[in-house]
């Protein structure tokens, strides 16, 4: 038995798909290497930077597990060693793109915010030439408990053969180990589509999504988190509902759990794919992830007659043998789709305000944090109508193709007529009494503070301690790297240019001692105080995001007293922790902390 994410157990077996994916690379490594002759890069590169650090930190891996097995390495270990050396040296030797193989399989990093090299693979048709536009397929792994830098998930060579042959360039993200592929997980993601266009002839038309087992909830996530930015997705063997995945009654959860879990949950977002067709597929002999989770979201989308297509194999399993046919079936399916046509209606669901926009619009401010947000926008002859609810200010930017140059268009929201504007620049609304202090960039929950670069900083002995203990679970969790410093080391730089994460209390980090005053909460010798108001408790600790009052674009963590988390999973550690937390050391079903108090700040940090 493995655990999986957030403490869900499930059984796993290491079949052909994984030992094939190991295999592959290894090969990969074995041939000889060198620059592909077809459409190399003259020009020199900043990618070489992280290419090189990524390999530095591969020989770092390896060399440490052959100097661990010591006489047990087998000799292949050692000559795997020693082929990485030689590439390093290659690449740090070039002056141009050196990211090339000659089997057209291209291997990619890049620096992510917190400065760690996150890999990506590109597989290129054999024909490849940037003389013509291709279609891409951005592919998201299933869960590895064998994962990491060395040995990455990567699809069967008969996954990216078929992808080949049907014309379709494919990137492989890794996705920060076993992320999900949300928070940091999705932005890789995001990163590496952004990599993809830049560097590879891309039709922009035609960019697609897919992913298998954990990829399928990735596909589910990711799309409908940034719906409007893929032109289609397929799901293979994806959860789609957490309350099923983890037997949780929605309702019987504190409402800021709850807010925590919809955030995520595909079926609770689901109407954002009102204009992004989705391929589901499952076997229904499943027994990892029940093929009741796309059977509730087809029913769901059936019902609000969203575009899902559904393919359910009768003697289908979760493994190698349907996922590879289930692959050639999205391929296929997604060569038959037209060329997307700009929407003219649009829906957004959101709990996260990071999370909240959709093709041309996206939410800036809710009326109240911790309860889902909407909207519905349609552009008519001369308005655009907009309905929302729990939303306290959005930005339009429409498709220009459905407006008129010149004339200027009502925005009617609410059933109220809003204003006259000009739909040639950006459509700004709020309300008159809109809470302004957070915005998509800076805002809870804790976790969003991880997504941005972020300093550990420490006042002493146990913050130095606790520091170091977050930061190996950042790099068991994301394969990232969390920079410690000391508090008395903080520069004003840094503070501009950081989230920091502050350990202790007043009483034992300086950086909190000098803002304590103003914090909402704080652990405090005898207990907590909760604004004006203290509370006494042993054994408590607190985890809370907030505004950083050095700098409007930047945000600070508190990390106080006991640790969070003993229980949970290392890939999803943060998941279920608000803008704010005061805990006891006692556990939850789920295997969170108890919370003595937990919830959301308002639109001030208030």
């Given amino acids: ?40 890069f003259a020009q020199t590169s900043p990618q070489n930077a992280a290419l090189l650090a990524f390999k530095r930190e591969q020989i770092a891996i390896v060399q440490a597990n052959n100097e661990r097995l010591g006489a047990d390495a087998p000799p292949e270990y050692w000559t795997y060693l020693t082929q990485l050396k030689d590439r390093a040296a290659q690449i740090e030797k070039s002056t141009g793109d050196f990211a090339s193989t000659p089997y057209n399989f ?14 990506y693979w590109i597989a290129l048709p054999s024909n ?31 996954t990216l053969d078929g992808a080949r042959r049907r014309g379709f360039i494919v990137a492989i993200p890794y996705g920060r180990r076993n992320s999900d592929f949300v928070q940091w997980g999705q932005d890789d993601v995001l990163r590496v589509k952004a990599e993809v266009l830049q560097r590879y002839a891309i039709d922009a038309e035609r960019v697609f999504l897919a992913g298998t087992s954990m990829g399928g909830y990735g596909a589910y996530a990711v799309g409908l988190h940034t719906a409007g930015g893929w032109n289609a997705v397929a799901a293979i063997s994806g959860r789609s509902d957490f309350y099923l995945w983890f037997k949780l009654q929605r309702e019987a959860l504190p409402s800021w759990k709850r807010a925590l879990y919809d955030a995520d949950d595909p079926r609770f977002l689901i109407r954002n794919a009102r204009n992004t067709p989705f391929l589901v597929q499952h076997g229904a002999l499943d027994t990892v992830v029940s093929p009741e989770h796309s059977r509730l979201i087809v029913a769901d989308a059936k019902r609000l007659n969203l575009p899902f297509r559904y393919f359910e194999q009768p003697n289908g399993d979760h493994y190698d043998e349907f996922q590879f046919a289930a692959m050639e079936r999205a391929l296929d399916w997604f060569k ?17 305000l990071r999370e909240a926009s959709n093709a041309w619009a996206r939410v800036e401010a809710f009326e109240t944090y911790g309860e889902s947000a909407s909207l519905r926008a349609q552009i008519g002859d001369n308005a655009i109508e907009v309905e929302t609810q729990n939303v306290a200010r959005f930005i339009l930017e429409p498709p220009q193709r459905y407006l008129r140059a010149g004339q200027k268009i009502s925005l009617v929201v609410n059933g109220v ?13 709020e309300k008159s009494d809109a809470k302004l202090g957070k915005t998509p960039a800076r805002c ?20 130095r301690i606790d520091a170091q203990r977050f930061a190996l679970e950042w790099k068991q969790s994301s394969d990232g790297t969390a920079t410690i410093k000391a508090a008395t080391q903080i520069s004003t730089p840094d503070k501009a240019n950081f989230n920091l994460i502050l350990f202790g209390t007043r009483q034992t980090n300086p950086l909190i001692a000098e803002i304590a005053d103003d914090l909402p909460l704080e652990l405090t010798p005898e207990g907590y105080r909760r604004g004006e108001k203290t509370v006494a408790g042993q054994n408590l600790g607190v985890r809370m995001v907030w505004k950083s009052p050095w700098n409007a674009a930047r945000l600070i963590g508190i990390c106080s007293g006991n640790w969070w988390g003993e229980k949970l ?23 969170t902390n108890s919370a003595l108090e937990a919830g959301f700040f308002d639109g001030n940090w208030q």
Avoid at 109 to 118: I, K, M, N, R, V
Avoid at 417 to 425: G, R, V
Avoid at 569 to 591: E, F, G, R
Wanted: proline residues 10%.
């Fill in 336 to 352: 038959t789709l037209p060329t997307p046509i700009p929407p003219r209606k649009i829906e957004l669901v959101a709990v996260d």
């Fill in 569 to 591: 999973p290392v890939n999803h550690k943060w998941d279920l922790i608000p803008d704010y937390i005061v805990y006891s050391d006692q556990t939850d079903a789920d295997d």
């Fill in 1 to 40: 038995m493995t655990i999986n994410r957030k403490g869900a157990k499930t059984q796993r077996k290491l079949r052909g798909n994984e030992r094939r994916s190991l295999a592959f690379l290894f090969i990969f490594f074995s041939l000889r290497l060198c620059v592909s002759a077809v459409d190399c």
């Fill in 106 to 119: 291209h291997e990619r990093a890049y620096f992510a915010p917190d400065g760690s090299p996150q890999p």
């Fill in 444 to 463: 809870g929950p804790f976790k969003n503070a991880l997504r941005d670069p972020f300093l550990l900083v420490y006042g002493d002995e146990k913050g």
């Fill in 417 to 429: 007529e809003a204003a006259q504007l000009d739909p040639a620049s950006s459509i700004v609304w």
């Fill in 128 to 158: 490849y030439s940037s003389a013509r536009k291709w279609p891409l397929v951005v592919y998201l792994h299933g869960y590895s408990d064998q994962i990491s830098k060395v040995t990455p998930a990567l699809p069967s060579p008969e």
